[in-house]
């Protein structure tokens, strides 16, 4: 609000105005307002100016777009009211937690800007053409704010009626008010005037953030002046307040608001981030700048039914043109529409996945494997979170690998390419969030995930790589996230390097293959050698492997192996057949003193494998060369037209089992049983009944990568299949199905 006794003078020989003992420094309104703005949601979907008379809030363009901002009031341009209200789809439910933030512009440090803006949330019957009236039922400005109710007195020697206070105001509402005019100065009282001073009870008259309930009569008090005339004071909850600059700088102030429906409190939060780079800013609890505030509010004043329904938006006003300010408001997350989240970290998978908090007590060493994860999150709203475009802000002293991925919580990955694996001192990723899965109830979550390890400058053995901001803007909510500062630190000296042993190993041992038919365990054998000595013992060496980009346990080398000798296994149920480019191994090892070896890659090519058995659709018995029957118990081998095969490609060392069954042998024609059975003779003689169930026929090891087997190779007319016939069996064609079934059992085995 306004400050007396300015020293006009001085205006022609300074850069700024020291007043009451602060600087106060000017910005040209339209840069800052339009070109400086930072990037919010479009709001014309969303609000829509109140209908008062001569309302003088509009949408605004800025450098981010059409429609960004709301500007409710005008430099310089005297007496002035503007409102803006969301629509009723877009009402707030206090019903729920809910959150809003936004950035706000208070003038550009005009040592007598006047009068400031108001958060209101209201349930008015005049919803959107609510503001503060007088007698007449004219809209208010000055210090109402457009929100707040008028002392309508002239003769200050009646005392101060509150309840015609709060009636001229919007009924049914709660207020937050950015008031950078402080009606009612130290100075204000000394002279006796009483007709502008709700701002009476803040101490040393600043420009300051206080809230109240503006249809209240409790929200107004009477004080007395020395001469007998009576002044009406607002009284202000939650004030927050530090200059005479405080709110209008010619800068944009951050807000968040946050009610809590469990304990019915606001809590609003200003300065919380930076305008120049967004990042957030402590609160003063905690080391920063910001202030904050909580305070309850008794939704029952605000006339709020079942549904928890309330409608919000803002006032703003300006006194005479000489005082005037430029408002805006520009808005990243509107209550209820979407409500997104952002947190960013690094964790160093080279120090058993340990997430750095600190530069000064987390070390990382150069080498260190390192994952930087990005975390969004849809937190509930009307709508899904769209047209998500992410800004990364990458930190220095890390050696990014070129290819990320980003993993929804539907289980689709996106891949981002084109990363500059050579660029140490840091660079900006833009990638758009997939569009065919946008953020909702359905897929809540997105993690953004670069992986690189860790490197120093040529000459450098430690630096400090500072805290880096990246934004997540949608077209209906706007977040971000800061990653913490870390240190990157050149480990003891002596380097060590990692070779491989086994497979088909390349040139300079960094690299290998083998190629196999079929799965199976494979064995990668190598050594970590250092430049000068070893380590202690083995096991102070800890191999990291990545197979097929997924990270593995870290193992530890055995003590009971020659000295920096490994071997590492891969199960074969890790191991993917027909890949592309292989499994690939990827492995590098560290030591205790936090010293890393180069990454050595192992291929690992599996062929398609098959198993097929190979029977006739046709065969028979006694066909060859026929035996009559004699009336006695006879046993027929199969003829020459019957073979069983099985033909395998799985790969040496995979397993099968061979069963058969038949259906009842009946007479071709009469359908008549046969006087007989159809059995499965063992090499140790023992029968089994096909015409009972299955009877395993063979179990088998393959020997090779193309193994071939004559399952019948050992039959005879003793042993193997036998058609064995009762005495009285009739002379006829008789005739059954066998039912082979051949499977494979390596996974069982």
Request: glycine share 10%; charged share 15%.
């Amino acid at each position: 609000m306004k400050v007396k006794a300015i020293l006009l003078g001085l205006i022609a020989l300074t850069a700024g105005l020291t007043i009451g003992g602060h600087l106060i420094t000017a910005q040209a309104d339209t840069d800052s307002v339009t070109v400086k703005a930072p990037a919010g949601i479009t709001v014309g979907s969303y609000f829509s100016p109140g209908t008062i008379a001569n309302n003088s809030a509009e949408l605004m363009d800025t450098g981010h777009g059409l429609d960004q901002a709301v500007k409710l009031t005008n430099y310089r341009v005297g007496t002035e009211l503007g409102t803006i209200w969301t629509s009723n789809e877009a009402a707030m439910n206090l019903n729920e937690n809910e959150k809003a933030s936004m950035w706000l512009y208070l003038g550009n440090g005009n040592s007598s800007a006047a009068d400031g803006i108001s958060f209101v949330m209201q349930n008015d019957d005049r919803g959107v053409g609510a503001s503060s009236t007088n007698a007449a039922g004219q809209p208010l400005n000055g210090q109402t704010l457009g929100v707040w109710g008028g002392d309508a007195r002239t003769d200050f020697t009646k005392p101060v009626d509150t309840q015609a206070i709060a009636d001229s105001a919007i009924q049914k509402s709660w207020a937050l008010e950015f008031d950078t005019f402080a009606n009612g100065t130290s100075t204000d009282l000394r002279n006796g005037k009483a007709d502008n001073d709700f701002d009476a009870d803040i101490t040393g008259g600043y420009p300051h953030i206080g809230s109240n309930y503006p249809g209240d009569k409790n929200s107004y008090a009477q004080g007395t002046l020395s001469n007998g005339k009576y002044y009406a004071k607002l009284n202000h909850l939650g004030v927050l307040k530090k200059s005479y600059s405080y709110l209008s700088d010619g800068f944009w102030h951050h807000l968040t608001l946050n009610w809590n429906n469990d304990a019915k409190t606001m809590t609003y939060t200003f300065g919380d981030k930076d305008p120049s780079t967004g990042a957030l800013i402590a609160t003063v609890a905690d080391g920063g700048t910001a202030q904050t505030a909580t305070v309850p509010i008794d939704p029952s004043k605000l006339g709020v039914g079942s549904d928890g329904h309330v409608r919000w938006g803002f006032t703003g006003s300006t006194g005479i043109a000489k005082n005037a300010e430029e408002n805006a408001v520009v808005f990243e997350q509107v209550p209820g529409l979407v409500n997104a989240s952002a947190t960013a970290d690094i964790t160093d998978n080279s120090q058993d996945d340990k997430i750095m908090t600190s530069a000064t007590t987390d070390k990382i060493y150069t080498g260190d494997r390192l994952s930087v994860k990005y975390h969004l999150s849809y937190d509930g709203g009307r709508e899904s979170w769209q047209n998500v475009q992410a800004t990364l802000k990458l930190p220095a002293n890390v050696a990014f690998n070129d290819t990320a991925t980003i993993t929804y919580a539907d289980g689709y990955q996106q891949q981002i390419t084109g990363l500059d694996n050579s660029n140490i001192s840091g660079q900006t990723v833009n990638v758009a969030l997939d569009a065919g899965h946008v953020l909702s109830d359905n897929n809540k979550t997105a993690t953004i995930t670069l992986k690189g390890k860790g490197v120093l400058a040529s000459g450098v053995t430690s630096a400090t790589s500072k805290s880096t901001h990246s934004n997540f803007d949608g077209s209906n909510a706007l977040t971000d996230a800061s990653l913490n500062a870390f240190n990157v630190t050149q480990p003891a000296a002596g380097a060590m390097s990692m070779v491989l042993t086994s497979g088909q190993v390349g040139i300079g041992g960094t690299t290998s293959s083998e190629t196999m038919t079929g799965t199976k365990d494979v064995t990668v054998t190598g050594k970590v050698n250092y430049v000068s000595g070893n380590a202690s013992k083995n096991s102070d060496i800890t191999l990291h492997p990545t197979l097929n980009g997924e990270d593995l346990a870290p193992v530890s080398l055995k003590d009971s192996d020659p000295a920096g000798q490994f071997s590492y296994t891969i199960p074969a149920a890790s191991l993917i057949s027909g890949l592309k480019d292989g499994n690939q191994l990827i492995m590098y090892a560290r030591d205790q003193s936090g010293r890393s070896t180069n990454d050595t890659v192992y291929t690992v090519n599996v062929k398609e494998g098959t198993i097929k058995l190979d029977v006739p659709t046709e065969s028979s018995f006694n066909g060859d060369d026929p035996q009559k029957l004699t009336g006695k118990s006879m046993s027929f081998a199969p003829d020459s037209n019957l073979h069983v095969n099985v033909n395998d490609t799985m790969g040496t060392g995979d397993q099968w089992t061979l069963t058969a069954s038949a259906d009842p042998m009946v007479a071709e024609l009469q359908g008549n049983p046969i006087n007989g059975d159809l059995t499965y003779v063992d090499q140790n003689g023992q029968q089994n009944s096909l015409l009972a169930g299955a009877v395993t026929i063979m179990k088998h090891t393959t020997t090779s990568d193309n193994d071939v087997v004559d399952v019948m190779q050992d039959w005879n007319k003793n042993q193997g299949l036998l058609l064995k016939t009762n005495p009285g069996l009739t002379i006829g064609t008789y005739k059954t199905t066998i039912h082979w079934t051949l499977q494979n059992t390596m996974a069982t085995n």
